[in-house]
């Protein structure tokens, strides 16, 4: 197969809304880690010993990603996943533009920030979640595995493209266009979701149209975590990925 029938071949070519959703993806996950990046300049270039600031930052971003994450998942099959998706980047928008707001005029303080970090890290597991589920309705069978291996380069590429950029726009542009480029990316990225033509939530529809009755959520979680303890490799690595987690918090 010559590389013009791969390029054809792949799922990014083949299917308009996966690329539309795969594009909104990135750009949503870059966001979130400029967010993250952008505001550790901050802290350290503010005057004394801010080392532990920085920490105590980071960990209120990721606890709320810790604990709501295993919650969230059942909820979001239960909606339509384009406009969790939407919502979710939508609201971390809206904190971000509250932080700009404040930075702009110089009334944004440490424990404000912690504050309205930790609010809008509550909606990265509604944003990453549905982005999981999604993957199998915006591509065929065939093309799945490739479509979520192309899916999950999206977080390397975005801590590449945080990095580099954040840094590099603090120093030519100031904090606060910074800001304003972290919230353009949201906005951005909420566009390209909401140019996805499919209804992610067709696979309740069904249920609904065979005349099945949809489980209650905690029956779902219950039926979820079940299932995990029932598959020992599953557990296996699901216990490996929560140390791996709790040691980078």
């Known amino acids: 197969m010559s590389i013009a029938d791969k390029i054809r071949n792949h799922p990014l070519y083949l299917f308009p809304n996966f690329r539309n959703f795969f594009i909104g993806d990135v750009l949503v996950a870059i966001a979130e880690r400029f967010f993250a990046i952008t505001f550790v300049w901050w802290i350290v270039s503010q005057e004394g010993e801010n080392g532990k600031w920085v920490g105590v930052l980071m960990s209120l971003e990721a606890v709320p990603i810790f604990f709501l994450s295993p919650f969230v998942g059942p909820l979001i099959d239960r909606y339509d996943k384009k406009k969790c998706m939407i919502m979710g980047a939508l609201m971390q928008m809206l904190f971000v533009s509250i932080i700009a707001a404040l930075f702009y005029k110089n009334m944004l303080s440490f424990p404000m920030l912690c504050a309205l970090s930790f609010l809008m890290s509550c909606f990265v597991p509604q944003f990453e979640d549905s982005v999981s589920a999604s993957i199998a309705l915006v591509v065929d069978k065939k093309h799945l595995s490739s479509a979520t291996a192309t899916q999950s380069s999206s977080i390397d590429f975005s801590n590449i493209v945080a990095a580099s950029g954040s840094a590099y726009s603090v120093l030519q542009f100031g904090m606060l266009n910074t800001i304003l480029i972290n919230i353009a990316l949201y906005f951005v990225g909420a566009l390209f979701l909401m140019s996805i033509k499919l209804n992610l939530s067709h696979a309740h529809e069904e249920n609904d149209e065979d005349g099945g009755e949809e489980e209650s959520y905690f029956a779902e979680l219950k039926s979820g975590f079940k299932y995990i303890r029932s ?19």
């Open 231 to 249: 598959n020992v490799p599953l557990m296996a690595f699901s216990l490996l990925y929560t140390a791996g987690t709790i040691f980078i918090i």
